[in-house]
């Protein structure tokens, strides 16, 4: 390495009530120190902005550690190695991993919580690999597949339809045979679901009733629904579910910025009356199975049987604001975050 | 047929709201008609009263059709044959089924909602044929067995665990190898259920807290919850579930006299941190496997490694005032209405 790079790097300051502010967040700047054997540095090319990242701001038991304060705000990204004293990548690998929401990573090749896979972009750019080939599409294929076991002609419904995980859940059903009806915000998102991806049919709950629409459009009831809201959304598709429905719980988007108690499903109760079952999946479960659905998806994203929609904003800094476009529901498609060019 | 019988019978008048009251009810009087060729008349023992009978009186969809207005209340019970145009049934055979709340049933041998079937006192008491081998057995053996699947080892938790599915819950699991932990209301029934009943603990959750509780009795955290309550202490076990927890769906008779909406589990996102499963169920499902439930279970009663416990009310005319027992917790044991003598 030449003269020392220069990192900026988004610590956690505090941890939010509701919706994080600008204060919950710290921007520090400090060069970036010399790598020791073993060691690389990965320049930060895109970051995936989750909603499972406002659960990781939180104190108390997960499914993962909380973020620290003062630590770097975790996030998955995708980068390429500028510097490496390791020979498992090379100066010009791309990666896939928990970079965290900085400029560079810097650490041990092989550490755990990066986790670091090399990516191959001709197989898919760089921002699919954030998206159906990243974490959302592990979570939609494994969560649909292994939780949700949709039969073909069953009635798959998702909400966050236009969604990083949704696009990839309701595009797997529809090529396993399903009738899949998705569950979004507006017209737009509702016309892209339905006239890019496929679906049969999606639910504009900003300006409709959802019990209407799911009357209408699952004439023969719901046998999987993959929820990623929660709230009454939730409560709603409890209402229409058929005998042994699968409902597989894989986020709650609507309850995360919370300041009072989450709203449990009032009718859980049709569980019973229906013999059906709620299931909570955690992707990082199925790490040993990724290569599998990677290899799925890219055949069919390959074949023109899939799509794959990022919603890019453009900018390290704009980091805090990004964010939040997640919980108004404001990005179309998965959202990424770039911070350099590649 | 001599002189015609005399029969009683408690029909639905009206549909609670809240707990019944008696104007609910209407008791009607009236000679039994004659019978005709493959009619059998069954003269009532004893009734058995369940929780699920309050659902049973509401309106709309559900796992059955509900009781008609003027219609008499349904309930299981034991009955002995007193007249029989059918060679299905001689007179003097011992039957379970579908008798309703009168004193006597008349119809056609093989009606299918009343689906009696010949039952043996020489395997166990006439009572212990509502208890465990009866609706509340099948419904324990198999939401144990099929939905909650405990391995040896496992911690087992069952609310009203001193009631008519809670202790064949509890003493199945036992059975198996688990730790076991009862919830239920007050001393006296938690006693019976570890000093009669070898449970491991029980939490009395009228004289204490459920969560310190649980944090006491199941320092390995839980792995099946068996629910029969719902509500607050629903709430509570599912801050102690282990990953890949079972909860088991089988009722929620804290919900079921409400007046304003059910209380739906707020922790239900634990599912998802926990990658745990809450699953409906309902006994009728598996009426083609009762036998080999009734097998084991009255092998159990026989080697004297299990106990079935009833509440016996005496007179038929206490049928609405021994029904709100249940919903006050005041039965200790299975409850069961003596309509006669055998």
């Given at each position: 390495m030449t003269a020392p790079l220069h990192n900026e790097q988004f610590r956690l300051a505090a941890r939010p009530v509701g919706l994080?502010?600008?204060?919950?967040?710290?921007?520090?700047?400090?060069?970036?120190?010399?790598?020791a054997d073993g060691e690389i540095v990965v320049k930060t090319l895109y970051l995936s902005l989750d909603p499972a990242m406002r659960g990781w701001m939180n104190e108390g038991k997960s499914y993962i550690r909380p973020v620290a304060i003062g630590e770097v705000m975790r996030a998955g990204g995708v980068g390429v190695v500028v510097a490496s004293r390791s020979p498992r990548f090379a100066v010009g690998a791309q990666l896939a991993g928990g970079i965290g929401v900085q400029r560079y990573w810097v650490g041990a090749a092989d550490d755990k919580s990066a986790a670091f896979v090399q990516i191959d972009t001709r197989m898919a750019p760089l921002t699919?690999?954030?998206?159906?080939?990243?974490?959302?599409?592990?979570?939609a294929y494994f969560g649909l597949l292994d939780v949700g076991q949709p039969k073909a002609g069953e009635t798959v419904v998702v909400s966050g339809a236009a969604g990083a995980v949704g696009q990839t859940v309701g595009q797997v059903a529809r090529l396993l045979g399903c009738r899949v009806v998705g569950i979004a915000g507006g017209k737009d998102k509702c016309d892209f679901v339905v006239n890019e991806l496929g679906f049969d049919a999606c639910i504009d709950y900003k300006n409709g009733n959802v019990r209407d629409g799911l009357k209408q459009h699952c004439p023969n009831g719901v046998d999987v629904y993959f929820d990623n809201v929660g709230g009454d959304i939730l409560d709603t598709v409890l209402t229409r579910i058929n005998m042994k429905a699968r409902i597989v719980i894989c986020g709650a988007i609507s309850q995360y910025n919370n300041t009072s108690a989450v709203k449990g499903p009032a009718n859980y109760?049709?569980?019973?009356?229906n013999r059906a079952r709620m299931e909570g999946m955690v992707v990082f479960d199925y790490a040993a199975r990724y290569q599998e659905a990677v290899a799925a998806l890219a055949n069919w994203l390959q074949a023109g049987s899939m799509k794959s929609r990022e919603d890019v904003v453009d900018g390290l800094e704009r980091f805090p604001d990004a964010l939040l476009m997640l919980f108004e529901g404001k990005n179309f498609g998965k959202l990424v975050l770039k911070v350099a060019d590649a």
């Open positions: 994080p502010k600008p204060g919950d967040w710290q921007l520090t700047s400090a060069p970036l120190r010399e790598i699919t690999w954030l998206n159906t080939l990243g974490m959302p599409g592990m979570t109760l049709s569980l019973l009356v």
